[in-house]
């Protein structure tokens, strides 16, 4: 499988620090995507990164990817109440089938 | 912008019932596909339709069925609930072709009793 898995499972922060979450996977890929999931809702896309990029930036959001070590790491800075959620990595394979780990859910206290 | 919409956000069904759950995109996407949601075990793919009539099983097909017989529809069957079947789909559609991008639909909680 190529399943990512977020690390940690859940993360508490006050208001304004930075928040990291990491991701790790099995096999090769074209690229990883980060979906955003707010409470009892469904996941929207956050930002992708192609297998050739080492970085990337999309307003308070940075990732980076390490294919080396096959693992890659989302940056929110700067982080709101708002921005609470839990958070998903996604590895797509063949028709685009995408696998999803488990998530993290991060808490940003006001 | 893009729109998945699933036909109910809240629904209790009894043992045994045949449930039906409607998915409907407006994008044009070639793929489809349905998810279960259950805490701690994230996104488990059900089953993904790459085209009209098309379909593959994912990695927990056992107890359901699908339909999509129009581009847009995309239906997941409960041949007859169970309570095991409890929890929250989610239906997304994406492009064949480019990265793959995903849109979700905002979810069904289903509650079987």
């Known amino acids: 499988s190529q399943q990512g898995e977020e690390d940690p499972q859940a993360l508490s922060i006050q208001e304004g620090e930075n928040a990291t979450m990491n991701c790790s996977y099995k096999t090769s890929i074209n690229n990883l995507q980060w979906y955003r999931q707010n409470s009892g809702r469904g996941l929207v896309h956050l930002i992708l990164i192609r297998s050739n990029e080492r970085e990337k930036h999309s307003g308070r959001l940075r990732v980076t990817l390490d294919t080396s070590k096959k693992s890659s790491s989302l940056l929110i800075t700067a982080s709101r109440a708002a921005d609470t959620a839990s958070y998903f990595c996604?590895?797509?394979?063949?028709?685009?089938?995408?696998?999803f780990g488990s998530g993290t859910k991060l808490n940003v206290k006001p | 912008d893009v729109k998945v919409t699933q036909s109910s956000r809240y629904l209790v069904k009894r043992t045994g019932e045949k449930v039906f759950l409607e998915c409907v995109q407006d994008m044009d996407h070639e793929n489809m596909f349905w998810y279960r949601q259950d805490p701690g075990l994230g996104l488990r793919l059900i089953y993904f339709?790459?085209?009209?009539?098309?379909?593959e099983k994912g990695d927990i097909p056992e107890g359901y069925s699908v339909s999509r017989e129009k581009k847009e529809r995309f239906s997941l069957i409960l041949e007859s609930a169970s309570t095991n079947q409890t929890s929250m789909y989610l239906c997304?559609?994406?492009?064949?072709?480019?990265?793959?991008?995903?849109?979700f639909g905002p979810g069904t909680r289903l509650t079987v009793t």
């Open positions: 339709s790459y085209d009209v009539k098309m379909k």
């Open positions: 996604a590895t797509p394979s063949y028709f685009n089938k995408f696998y």
């Open positions: 997304a559609s994406s492009f064949s072709r480019g990265p793959g991008e995903q849109y």
